[in-house]
């Protein structure tokens, strides 16, 4: 299969190289929070926390910053925002699903402006659950060609029980269960396995074609999604060609 968001792989070499990695880290500290506030801050027992802090250091958050992140989810320490996890549905240009989550401490202010920014850049923002069923929670695992030959990476996927893989031209791709990410994630680091991308994905069930008049409105979008403040993540269900994107 060839499932996940190319724009998903495109953002994360962005994030790697431009202003957005301080933005990068507010929205992992806020997933640390959130994760630890849910399920306690004992990252043994509590697995999405784990997933959050495997990430957060995987993007070299330092580990006292993690540490107060997961203080203060848990009351420890007092002080900060208190924030709630939201989602939001709708379209953008072209017909595309795009499905956004992300953490507020004020949702109608959140709300009101995902709302206008989807307005501004050609989408609609939709009802609850108008778009959320073409998506699936999984694994994501993104490992560039260069790494290694398809024959170990055949082998790799084997070893880890991979429930899904892809190659793609420039990159191989893992796909796991949700609950098997952080597991996952070790194993890899453990083996020096270089990565691309890492996340647990929104992976879309099918894809549509993005006119190619409507590409660079579709991006704009995206981008300015992925800019909000209280915005974690957006998934799309496009299928637009990987050089279209990188070069829009």
């Not at 004992?42 to 006292?64: F, G, H, I, T, W």
């Not at 579709?218 to 496009?238: F, M």
Request: some cysteine.
């Amino acid at each position: 299969m060839s499932g996940h968001s190319k724009w998903s792989t495109i953002k994360h070499k962005k994030a790697a190289t431009d202003a957005r990695r301080g933005k990068l880290f507010n929205k992992l500290i806020k997933e640390i929070t959130v994760a630890s506030r849910l399920g306690g801050g004992d990252a043994r027992a509590n697995a999405r926390l784990r997933s959050a802090v495997l990430e957060a250091r995987s993007n070299s958050v330092p580990n006292d910053t993690i540490d107060r992140a997961i203080k203060k989810g848990t009351g420890e320490l007092a002080g900060g925002a208190v924030y709630e996890e939201v989602t939001y549905e709708g379209y953008g240009p072209g017909g595309v699903a795009v499905l956004v989550e992300g953490m507020t401490d004020n949702r109608n202010r959140t709300a009101g402006e995902v709302r206008h920014l989807f307005t501004r850049h050609g989408g609609n923002l939709g009802e609850s659950g108008c778009v959320a069923w073409m998506f699936h929670r999984r694994g994501y695992f993104s490992i560039p060609r260069e790494a290694m030959d398809e024959e170990r990476f055949m082998d790799l996927a084997l070893e880890l029980g991979a429930e899904d893989i892809a190659t793609e031209e420039d990159r191989y791709e893992i796909y796991t269960p949700a609950e098997e990410f952080a597991s996952t994630l070790e194993e890899l680091e453990r083996r020096g396995v270089t990565l691309e991308a890492k996340e647990l994905a929104m992976i879309p069930q099918s894809h549509v074609s993005v006119p190619g008049d409507r590409v660079s409105q579709l991006l704009r979008l995206l981008e300015a999604l992925e800019d909000h403040d209280d915005v974690q993540k957006v998934w799309v269900n496009t299928q637009v060609d990987e050089q279209v994107l990188a070069a829009s």
